[in-house]
């Protein structure tokens, strides 16, 4: 079976803040994996596909600022939580560089 997805998922466990922007309360959070195109973090309630999101990621020395938006949310089995999957949007070029480098440091060890 042939992949659909554009970009290498990274299977790497970082903080993350982040708020829908149709709400005014933050939650905190951890990503599962993370890619060029976005990232996979868990939340503890159900995100609509298509919502908007703002992610304040944790990157070790880096804190990285994207807006986002769902591609899809599963529940988590046996669990009352859920992943969202993040798509990046509106990222401009040189943090995109940026957030490339960092992702190549950290997994040629």
């Given at each position: 079976m042939e992949s659909k997805r554009k970009y290498f998922r990274y299977q790497l466990a970082f903080p993350v803040e982040y708020q829908q922007m149709s709400l005014l309360r933050y939650s905190h959070t951890v990503t599962k994996d993370l890619s060029l195109g976005?990232?996979?973090i868990i939340s503890d309630g159900?995100?609509?596909k298509g919502s908007t999101l703002k992610l304040k990621l944790n990157l070790i020395k880096r804190v990285f600022n994207f807006k986002t938006r769902?591609?899809?949310c599963n529940r988590e089995r046996f669990s009352d939580r859920y992943y969202l999957g993040c798509e990046f949007?509106?990222?401009p070029y040189f943090?995109?560089?940026q957030y490339r480098d960092f992702l190549n440091a950290i997994t040629d060890n």
């Open positions: 976005g990232v996979k159900f995100v609509p769902i591609a899809w949007i509106e990222l943090y995109k560089n």
